[in-house]
């Protein structure tokens, strides 16, 4: 199951970095920053460079709802509905 923005934000902060859930905005003070990188390369981070110092954000955290998240993204596996 993919990852909504609510989740890695979770998951970002139980490994140790600070995730401001108003703006996505990642503090990190780690000196390997691979993982964001890798993220931000899968799509799941957005940069953006303040004072030539890259800065990550994880887009639409403020969605926070299920629904608000389905309608931004109508075809994520998470959002689909199944006959059987």
Known sequence: MA???C??????CAN???????TGEIEHEVD?????ILLAALGKLDVQHLDGVPT???ADLSISDM???CE???NDPQ??????
């Open 56 to 58: 990550f954000y994880i």
């Open 72 to 74: 931004q993204y109508p």
């Open 79 to 84: 959002c689909k509905i199944y006959d059987v």
């Open 32 to 36: 390997d920053e691979s993982l964001l």
């Open 16 to 22: 140790g970095m600070l995730v401001d859930y108003d």
């Open 7 to 12: 989740d890695l934000a979770d998951l970002l």
């Open 67 to 69: 629904e608000t998240y």
């Open 3 to 5: 990852l909504n923005p």
